[in-house]
């Protein structure tokens, strides 16, 4: 016997499998994996890209809206004086002006 010679439980010889079908099966394999791999990651990446798009075009919480309208309203509000109270108290008031009269105002005095 040759040391390449195999043998089933029953004692019949076998032969060593013929190498071009286990190339292509093997060949077939690795380029399926390779389709399964890429076609699962192109998935993921349009759910993941829907889902930003989804996020970013949604409707903003109401809350954000009304606090960016107040705080609008106060930056644009004509000059008027600002009282500091803690505890029922008076301790402090400074004048609250809108940006735009601060930004002339500023640079009037740096200009003159």
Excluded: C
């Amino acid at each position: 016997m040759s040391g390449h010679d195999h043998h089933n439980d029953t004692g019949e010889m076998l032969e060593d499998p013929a190498a071009a079908p286990t190339w292509v099966i093997g060949l077939m394999s690795v380029g399926l994996l390779a389709f399964t791999f890429l076609a699962l990651q192109g998935v993921e990446t349009i759910g993941s890209k829907s889902e930003f798009a989804r996020k970013q075009l949604q409707i903003e919480p109401p809350e954000l809206m009304n606090l960016i309208e107040t705080q609008e309203a106060r930056i644009n509000r004509a000059a008027h004086w600002e009282r500091v109270v803690v505890d029922g108290q008076e301790i402090d008031r400074y004048l609250t002006i809108p940006i735009d009269e601060a930004m002339r105002a500023i640079a009037t005095e740096a200009g003159g």
